[in-house]
């Protein structure tokens, strides 16, 4: 809201006494805050005197206009120009404050009526709002009157411009070199004058409603214009004018945008990006009324993309395609050119050519050199069972691994929780993605055990004595991706290896291909448990602990392992208890660092499009309610099948004091708690790793933590309920809006349709199914214990 214009005057041209002081005053100075136009934020004050000058055959001394302008470190300076102001009789005035301090250091001059040295009891009223100034002069007592000279007074007190701009002079960007009209109108009183300033500077001879301005020097500046009839005024809004450099023959010295309409003057390119790099698109435009942007993928709207700058972080494959940029105002429009995204897997090349050999073999320039024809990696961490001991470390281990992972170019899906069928189903996804000459990598944290040397995955929903047929054989996936002629198998086994006395059933997994290219790392030994660390919810196990350390390092995937295990030695407190285990037959020099070479194009599409299926999130968007209320609905992702979704209220009408945008109505079949939905901060999720993701979130929004996406049946619906309240009332309206935004991220697979395959079908389990054995009371099996640093940690059966 505008703050009307205010007067601060006082002062002479002699030092006359002041009679309630006695202090000799400064008769060439005194002031006059003005408002300066309409600020964002706050900002520091400095004040600018004007000199005095003789105004009116009447004898009465004319009072200089001080302007106040921010400091340069923030919003364009206000214009610097004084100006007389008459004042017949400031006596008698009041001095409040409202709605908090101003930031000047406030010490007026009392008022004085010329001549008879009398000072009276003259103070000043003043209103701050951040971003805005204003202050004007209130009449004391009941009895006093309104001064005429001010202006009509509205209801609030405040004094009502006479002069109401009704065209604003507005923000363009313009081709160096050329001319650019600014125009400002305002109606009022007869006899209305303009004043264009450049910053603080005015701007000779422009006074009239339009600016005509040369623009030849690159530089970019800010310009105001005052319209004043005598002593009243009033000032517009600024206008940017940003000069950019085109390279368009046709935009000569005499180019001007309101007559030419739009222009481009920087087209879009065409660029070839690697999944997990920035996508920045780059569209500039000039015309009179400045230009706006929409953005286009395969001619849909990008939501969201309104912005010259088109800029995507961690592209992925979904994100390649055909963009163009729709630019118009209110007169024209104009599409760019439409260029190709191709987004695929990091190439390698040492100045050579590429061999035309089987996926694995030298690369030719590269003495000694191999390579991938991609990297894939599935992690699954399990934490949360239903009947067994709660785990804490997989969340981070899973976390921390997943991103050192990224970094090799490794095709990461990463997994919490998972029941048997969704395990199945998740390792049937990894399998797609692997080919020949591809790197697979499987890591696993969480319950297991080993019997008869085949290692298996436990599940959560395992019963509290489970047997193989729960469980998922590690051999029978090997034996699978062997299947696939992949070029590396890495199996990363964070779990117990103890004994199932509760399963005598010797798993009949079949003769294994002689392929010189496994690796087995155990996070312990045979017969042996792994542990965790309880150093707080952001602590690592203990193999993950020192396996990042390495995980980077250009080492021979059995090297690296080797200065894992060095490394895990020298921990005090597990010597004797856990130590890792390598197993291994690679016969060649394999390494995580190795570069990627795709054999094709199809099958690395086909790959790319089956691993970004389940990274896809869903795209922001903007919900408008009827009350006027504008909510901002966000999205962001934490593993492949754990959603956070924020919402913030983006624009509201000013007679809403307070809304807020909650969700409901979340699918009973996911993993969502109540208490941890619709939360102000990110720490209140209850997630451990809420510090990490959340540094990029916008503030000021509720959060809610949607885990367990791949039990979804169906496309994921909501509620988004809004709550708001008006000003001067107690009570709050709701209004409510159905949300779809389909199936994301691991959804998209399906996971939850697979029915579990019969024991002696199951390509993951073993092939004859066995009684329970014994009885539950008799089966003990150690699972991942904690361990204090302080000291040996107590298992607990």
Aim: glycine share 10%; hydrophobic share 35%.
């Amino acid at each position: 809201m505008p703050a009307p214009p205010g007067l601060w005057a006082g002062g002479g041209s002699s030092a006359p006494t002041c009679c309630t002081t006695g202090r000799k005053r400064e008769g060439s100075r005194s002031a006059v805050l003005q408002r300066g136009g309409d600020f964002g934020g706050d900002f520091g004050l400095n004040l600018c005197v004007g000199s005095v000058h003789s105004l009116g055959a009447d004898g009465a001394q004319p009072y200089p206009v001080v302007s106040t302008h921010p400091s340069q470190a923030c919003c364009p300076p206000f214009p610097h120009h004084p100006q007389c102001v008459q004042i017949p009789n400031p006596a008698a005035v009041e001095q409040t404050e409202h709605l908090g301090p101003c930031p000047l250091p406030w010490s007026p001059l009392l008022g004085e009526r010329w001549g008879t040295g009398a000072c009276p009891s003259a103070r000043w009223a003043r209103t701050w709002w951040p971003g805005c100034v204003s202050c004007w002069i209130t009449p004391a007592g009941a009895g006093a009157s309104w001064p005429s000279w001010l202006g009509p007074r509205n209801a609030s007190g405040a004094v009502q411009d006479g002069i109401r701009i009704t065209v604003q002079p507005e923000s363009q960007v313009v081709a160096e070199g050329t001319q650019v009209s600014l125009t400002c109108c305002a109606t009022g009183p007869p006899g209305l004058m303009y004043q264009w300033f450049c910053g603080r500077q005015e701007v000779p001879g422009a006074t009239s409603p339009e600016l005509v301005i040369d623009t030849a020097t690159p530089a970019g500046q800010w310009y105001i214009c005052r319209v004043n009839c005598g002593t009243t005024f009033t000032f517009s809004r600024w206008a940017h004018v940003q000069v950019e450099k085109s390279s368009s023959p046709s935009s000569g010295s005499g180019y001007c945008p309101s007559m030419a309409g739009l222009q481009i003057l920087r087209q879009p390119r065409p660029c070839h990006l690697a999944e997990g790099d920035t996508l920045a698109l780059e569209c500039r435009a000039i015309g009179n009324p400045p230009p706006q942007y929409q953005w286009f993928r395969n001619r849909r709207p990008v939501e969201g993309a309104q912005a010259p700058l088109l800029q995507v972080k961690l592209v992925t494959t979904a994100e390649r395609g055909s963009y163009s940029c729709h630019v118009f105002n209110l007169f024209h429009e104009v599409w760019s050119q439409e260029v190709d995204v191709e987004i695929g897997p990091r190439l390698f090349t040492s100045g050579g050519s590429w061999q035309e050999e089987d996926g694995g073999s030298l690369e030719h320039g590269s003495p000694g050199q191999l390579y991938a024809t991609d990297k894939v990696a599935l992690l699954i961490g399990n934490m949360h069972y239903l009947h067994h001991k709660q785990l804490q470390a997989p969340i981070v281990d899973v976390h921390a691994l997943g991103a050192l992972l990224c970094q090799l170019n490794f095709k990461v899906v990463s997994l919490l929780d998972l029941r048997k069928a969704e395990m199945q189903m998740a390792v049937d996804e990894f399998l797609l993605l692997l080919d020949k000459g591809v790197y697979g990598l499987l890591y696993y944290a969480g319950h297991g055990y080993e019997n008869f040397g085949n290692s298996f995955m436990v599940p959560i929903d395992a019963p509290s004595a489970y047997m193989s047929e729960h469980c998922l054989c590690v051999q029978r996936v090997l034996q699978e991706m062997q299947q696939r002629r992949t070029g590396l198998n890495i199996f990363l086994l964070d779990m117990c290896r103890k004994r199932n006395l509760n399963d005598d059933i010797i798993p009949q997994v079949g003769a294994l291909e002689v392929t010189a290219n496994i690796v087995f790392g155990y996070a312990t030994c045979a017969d042996a448990e792994a542990y965790e660390l309880s150093q707080g919810e952001l602590s690592n196990g203990i193999f993950v602990t020192f396996l990042k350390r390495w995980l980077l390092e250009d080492e021979k995937i059995t090297v690296l392992l080797d200065k894992v295990a060095e490394d895990m030695g020298t921990l005090e407190i597990t010597r004797g208890r856990q130590a890792l285990e390598l197993r291994s037959n690679l016969s060649e020099r394999r390494a995580l660092t190795d570069p990627i070479r795709p054999p094709g194009q199809d099958e690395s599409s086909a790959r790319n499009l089956q691993w970004a299926k389940a990274h896809v999130l869903p795209e922001s968007r903007h919900l408008c309610f009827d009350c006027g209320v504008t909510v901002q609905l966000g999205f962001a992702a934490e593993f492949s099948n754990i959603m956070i979704i924020y919402t913030r209220v983006v624009a509201a009408p000013k007679d809403i004091t307070k809304c807020e945008a909650r969700l409901t109505d979340i699918p009973e079949e996911l993993d969502v708690d109540l208490k941890c939905t619709n939360k102000e901060s990110p720490e209140e999720l209850g997630s451990p790793l809420a510090p990490v993701w959340s540094l990029g979130c916008p503030s000021c929004c509720l959060y809610s933590r949607v885990c367990g996406l791949q039990k979804l049946r169906q496309e994921l619906a909501f509620t988004v309920c809004l709550q708001y309240r008006y000003q001067g009332m107690d009570d709050f309206v709701e209004e409510r809006q159905r949300v779809n935004v389909g199936r994301p991220l691991i959804a998209k697979l399906n996971l939850q349709w697979a029915a579990p395959p019969s024991p002696a079908h199951s390509p993951l389990c073993p092939s004859a199914p066995g009684s329970w054995g014994v009885g539950e009371s008799s089966w003990v099996n150690t699972p991942e214990e904690n361990l204090s640093p302080e000291g040996p940690g107590s298992h607990t059966l």
